[in-house]
């Protein structure tokens, strides 16, 4: 048996993925270029993937390239600087390293403490 790899469960023999997340991923083909986010998690919660499994498939980067979540951040990223009439080539790749950065080095509004020079 293989693992899944989304959500590193039981896919079965020779697939990559389980029926679940397989399930999902033709869920996210179905909406077409133009979803919300909120229009995504509704239509992957009426599938029959529980909450928990969503979350895990949506953050998997699967392929290196980013994971789902970032993939959709990026493209609405792209979609809103567009309709302001500004160019920006927001990737996958992007969103993900912004966010490892973040990560390591919360962003000065996040710190803890009450002195905060960059507080204003
Ligand atoms: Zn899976």
Redesign the pocket.
Known sequence: MSQ?I??Q?K?GFLKK??A??KEMLEIIQSLGAQFSFRELLDALMASSASNEKIQK?LDTDAHGQGSIRDNITARMTNQLAHTMGQHTDMSPQKVKTIRELEKKNPTPNDLPGDINPYRR
């Open positions: 899944c989304y959500c469960e896919a993925t389980c679940q997340c498939f």
